[in-house]
């Protein structure tokens, strides 16, 4: 199993509802439902993905978060609402991100951190836009129009009074080195964050 | 028919009458004491009869969803775009069960038939049947079939709306639910288009109270009318432009009020043609089944409240130019179904057919449909 999907599954309990934003094909829900017991819902808008998981028996929404919202979810309705590498593509994170916390008690998100040393590496030597495993597209054509740093992001929670409940870093095969860790938001590619807004 | 049998087409089929001798309660408060329930099947029902399709027709649809009757048929069934070998309602995997409602005009029990009291047609006297009513008759032939749950109850516009009380009112006997191109109920716009079609059969001087037949005759304007206005509803201002435009007939226009446009002429044959195989008595019995339809309406508008009861998995689909039920209703639903943590996915196929798309088949349609299908299938094991 991908490394992060094994952290992610821990931090989901059996019997949670979950919603997943931006499902993508759905191998994560399908995930939690066969390994945990989970119940719950993505939301895509891509129509080969959104095929997929109808073929997985994921429930699949096709709502697109940028013109709709999440609106049509109660307060509350949710134990956990995920977001996977979705988060740099939507047009208003920091909404995205109420929202979240708004319809589920907890949120888990992953987004690829601009500031590892390679993205810094390549625009400090080359003097063009960063490209990588995480973020392979060109500056033109990139879905990732919102990139940020894990600073930014934890900057951006404390602000808004979110509180970050765990983090982890981990590289681009998703490997959790200890390098990461002592020094994530330069060595770590990707951050699985922990977010709620319930006080301890 | 083509010249020879397509290799995806369940091929020549015939119906079979069913006949039920025990009285069925309706919701008006009437009983019918016995009827006949017209049925095509398609497929073969496995062992432990865990890959039964129930398909429900729409409004003027019947038990002729897929294959021909003879070779001289021109045309196949109603859905055989989505029904037959290796299409997404897989005969080759499914038992597919396809009737005609009761107060249909294709054979089954309906106004047109002789009422056993009185040794005449029904006419008006044919109680108005409710979706309720149609899924309690469609469960009655399930018993008969031996067929205890459905994998699939299937339907498009008022076949979804059935679709969708399936799973209200016998949760234990189906798995899925398949609504698609529907609403969880009518709005005053849609009540109005029908109210406006119902005008224009009982106002035809050949209606005659709805007792027509005793005078050997049939309000064929007024069912054309209807037939003309339901019509428009089911296309879209994009595909009707594509088709006709403003194209005329001839060159010039005559000055006059005859059929100029070829969308007018367009109009006039489908409702002459319709006029001419189907039944106004039924046609009012239809579009009053669609005004009631509202399962929300018994938990005080609250659809989620009605969704409660519902145990199966839905597939629901709207297409992006219908404007009879518009994506926006199939959302209202689906909201629904959400509130109730029942278990849904749902897509907006983008279509320039309006109502009409849910039986052409487009590739994403084909796609989703498919997949879901397909799943279902060996969630059954079929």
Request: aromatic letters at 10%; glycine letters at 8%.
């Given at each position: 199993?991908?490394?992060?999907?094994?952290?992610?599954?821990?931090?989901?309990?059996?019997?949670h509802h979950?919603?997943?934003?931006g499902?993508?094909?759905?191998?994560l829900l399908?995930?939690?439902?066969?390994?945990r017991?989970?119940?719950g819902?993505?939301?895509?808008?891509?129509?080969?993905h959104?095929t997929s998981?109808?073929s997985?028996?994921?429930?699949?929404i096709?709502?697109?978060?940028?013109?709709?919202g999440?609106?049509?979810?109660?307060?509350?309705?949710?134990?956990?609402?995920?977001?996977?590498?979705?988060?740099q593509?939507?047009?208003?994170?920091?909404?995205v991100?109420?929202?979240?916390?708004?319809v589920?008690s907890?949120?888990?998100?992953?987004?690829?951190?601009?500031?590892?040393?390679?993205?810094?590496?390549?625009?400090?030597l080359?003097g063009?836009?960063?490209e990588?495993?995480?973020?392979?597209?060109?500056?033109?054509?990139t879905p990732?129009?919102?990139?940020?740093?894990?600073k930014?992001?934890?900057?951006?929670?404390?602000?808004?009074?979110?509180?970050?409940?765990s983090?982890?870093?981990?590289?681009?095969?998703?490997?959790?080195?200890?390098?990461?860790r002592l020094?994530?938001?330069l060595?770590?590619e990707?951050a699985?964050?922990r977010?709620?807004?319930e006080?301890e | 028919?083509p010249?020879s049998?397509?290799?995806?087409?369940?091929?020549?089929v015939?119906?079979?009458?069913?006949h039920?001798?025990a009285?069925?309660?309706?919701?008006?408060?009437?009983?019918?004491e016995?009827?006949?329930?017209v049925v095509?099947t398609?497929?073969?029902?496995?062992?432990?009869?865990?890959?039964?399709?129930?398909?429900?027709?729409?409004?003027s649809?019947?038990?002729?969803?897929?294959?021909?009757?003879s070779?001289?048929?021109r045309?196949?069934?109603w859905?055989?775009s989505?029904?037959?070998?290796?299409?997404?309602?897989?005969?080759?995997?499914f038992f597919?069960?396809?009737?005609n409602n009761?107060?249909?005009?294709?054979?089954s029990t309906?106004?047109?038939?002789?009422?056993?009291?009185?040794?005449?047609?029904?006419?008006?006297?044919?109680?108005?049947?409710?979706?309720?009513?149609w899924?309690?008759?469609?469960?009655?032939l399930?018993?008969r079939?031996?067929?205890?749950?459905?994998?699939?109850?299937v339907?498009?516009?008022?076949?979804?709306?059935?679709?969708?009380?399936w799973s209200?009112?016998?949760?234990d006997?189906l798995?899925?639910?398949?609504?698609?191109?529907?609403?969880?109920r009518?709005t005053?716009?849609?009540?109005?288009?029908?109210?406006?079609?119902?005008?224009?059969i009982?106002?035809?001087?050949?209606?005659?109270?709805?007792?027509?037949y005793?005078?050997d005759?049939?309000?064929?304007?007024?069912?054309m009318l209807a037939r003309?206005?339901?019509h428009?509803?089911y296309l879209s201002?994009?595909?009707?432009?594509e088709?006709f435009?403003?194209?005329?007939?001839?060159?010039?226009?005559?000055?006059?009020?005859?059929?100029e446009f070829?969308?007018?002429?367009?109009?006039?044959?489908?409702?002459?043609?319709?006029?001419e195989?189907?039944?106004?008595?039924?046609?009012?019995?239809?579009?009053?089944?669609?005004?009631?339809?509202?399962p929300?309406?018994?938990?005080?508008?609250d659809?989620?409240?009605?969704?409660?009861?519902?145990t199966c998995?839905?597939l629901v689909l709207?297409?992006?130019?219908?404007?009879?039920f518009?994506?926006?209703?199939s959302?209202?639903l689906?909201?629904?179904m959400i509130?109730?943590?029942?278990?849904?996915?749902?897509?907006?196929?983008?279509a320039?057919?309006?109502?009409?798309?849910?039986?052409i088949?487009?590739?994403?349609y084909?796609?989703?449909?498919n997949?879901?299908?397909?799943?279902?299938?060996?969630?059954?094991?079929?």
């Amino acid at each position: 199993m991908r490394p992060d999907l094994e952290i992610i599954q821990q931090w989901v309990q059996p019997g949670h509802h979950v919603l997943d934003l931006g499902c993508g094909d759905g191998t994560l829900l399908d995930f939690l439902q066969r390994e945990r017991g989970a119940s719950g819902f993505g939301l895509e808008i891509n129509p080969a993905h959104i095929t997929s998981c109808m073929s997985r028996g994921v429930a699949v929404i096709e709502q697109n978060l940028d013109t709709q919202g999440l609106g049509n979810f109660d307060d509350g309705s949710f134990d956990v609402v995920l977001m996977t590498q979705a988060l740099q593509a939507v047009r208003r994170p920091d909404k995205v991100l109420d929202e979240m916390l708004r319809v589920g008690s907890e949120g888990i998100v992953t987004f690829p951190n601009f500031a590892h040393w390679r993205l810094r590496w390549g625009l400090t030597l080359n003097g063009r836009m960063p490209e990588s495993d995480a973020l392979p597209y060109k500056w033109y054509n990139t879905p990732n129009i919102r990139l940020c740093t894990f600073k930014d992001f934890e900057a951006l929670c404390r602000q808004k009074g979110i509180r970050i409940k765990s983090r982890r870093v981990v590289d681009g095969q998703h490997q959790n080195s200890w390098l990461a860790r002592l020094w994530p938001n330069l060595l770590g590619e990707i951050a699985i964050y922990r977010i709620t807004r319930e006080t301890e | 028919m083509p010249d020879s049998l397509p290799a995806d087409s369940v091929g020549i089929v015939s119906p079979q009458t069913y006949h039920f001798d025990a009285p069925i309660d309706l919701a008006c408060g009437q009983t019918l004491e016995n009827y006949d329930l017209v049925v095509e099947t398609y497929g073969t029902l496995n062992d432990n009869a865990s890959n039964a399709v129930l398909i429900c027709h729409a409004l003027s649809g019947h038990h002729h969803a897929a294959g021909y009757h003879s070779t001289d048929d021109r045309k196949p069934g109603w859905w055989d775009s989505c029904i037959g070998p290796g299409k997404p309602i897989d005969t080759n995997r499914f038992f597919v069960v396809s009737l005609n409602n009761l107060g249909g005009c294709h054979g089954s029990t309906g106004p047109s038939s002789v009422n056993p009291r009185t040794g005449k047609p029904f006419g008006p006297e044919f109680p108005v049947i409710t979706v309720s009513d149609w899924v309690k008759s469609q469960a009655l032939l399930a018993d008969r079939l031996g067929i205890e749950c459905w994998a699939a109850v299937v339907g498009g516009s008022l076949g979804g709306m059935q679709a969708l009380q399936w799973s209200l009112d016998y949760p234990d006997r189906l798995r899925h639910a398949v609504v698609i191109a529907s609403t969880p109920r009518l709005t005053a716009q849609n009540i109005a288009f029908n109210e406006v079609a119902r005008q224009a059969i009982t106002s035809d001087q050949e209606f005659h109270d709805g007792r027509y037949y005793d005078f050997d005759t049939v309000p064929r304007r007024g069912l054309m009318l209807a037939r003309m206005v339901g019509h428009i509803t089911y296309l879209s201002d994009a595909s009707m432009g594509e088709k006709f435009g403003r194209e005329l007939r001839d060159q010039a226009y005559k000055f006059g009020y005859d059929a100029e446009f070829q969308v007018e002429s367009y109009l006039r044959y489908q409702g002459e043609r319709f006029s001419e195989s189907f039944d106004a008595n039924t046609y009012l019995l239809m579009t009053r089944s669609l005004d009631y339809f509202d399962p929300a309406y018994e938990f005080g508008g609250d659809l989620s409240r009605a969704l409660a009861a519902a145990t199966c998995e839905y597939l629901v689909l709207s297409f992006s130019t219908d404007w009879r039920f518009t994506p926006a209703r199939s959302e209202e639903l689906v909201n629904a179904m959400i509130g109730a943590r029942r278990k849904v996915s749902y897509a907006e196929v983008d279509a320039p057919w309006g109502h009409d798309a849910f039986l052409i088949p487009t590739p994403r349609y084909t796609d989703i449909f498919n997949a879901y299908m397909d799943r279902v299938a060996r969630e059954v094991g079929a």
